[in-house]
């Protein structure tokens, strides 16, 4: 009696063992996903932050910004040598560098506050910085409460909606 306690015992515990590492394996192979898929960007994110550095853009960068809907555009945002917060947009490209002056134009926070009462979207995706029409844009990607994709792309300077291309 005491024998067959003892196996069921002994396969309770394999069971468990085998499980814990499943949900390790499960939560490594999650992980490893999860840096191969942000890997590209955190890359663009470490080299176009030394390139605006090297070019006496910035002296520092606080914020990173990608768009990719009129060309591939990297936006980065921090402080210049004068201290005042500045915003470069660099052409992926051509490496053409915008230079903004944040306090004359659209915050982040502002475009998406703009976009939630306007739109009341399920979920933001994407808002980053581009050029549209040589001008400077904040573009943003959104789903609707009906499940659609929207991109709305916001004038920098004085946040109207310049193109808007709904329901896809």
């Known amino acids: 009696m005491q024998m067959r306690q003892l196996n069921r015992l002994k396969s309770h515990t394999h069971w468990v063992l085998w499980i814990i590492l499943g949900v390790i394996l499960l939560a490594i192979i999650g992980y490893s996903v999860l840096v191969a898929a942000t890997k590209p960007i955190n890359h663009a994110n470490q080299e176009y932050s030394n390139l605006v550095i090297k070019k006496h853009k910035l002296k520092s960068v606080q914020n990173f910004y990608w768009s990719n809907r009129s060309g591939d555009y990297y936006t980065l945002i921090g402080k210049n040598d004068k201290n005042k917060k500045t915003g470069v947009i660099v ?50 990607k959104f789903i609707d409460q009906n499940g659609n994709l ?9 946040g109207k909606v310049v193109r808007s291309i709904n329901n896809l």
């Open 91 to 140: 052409n992926a490209k051509t490496k053409d560098m915008t230079v903004l002056a944040m306090n004359e134009g659209k915050s982040y926070q502002t475009v998406k506050k703009q976009v939630e009462q306007k739109y009341q979207p399920k979920k933001i995706t994407n808002i980053g910085m581009g050029i549209y029409k040589k001008v400077p844009v904040w573009e943003v």
């Open 150 to 158: 929207n991109f709305i792309t916001v004038q920098f300077t004085n």
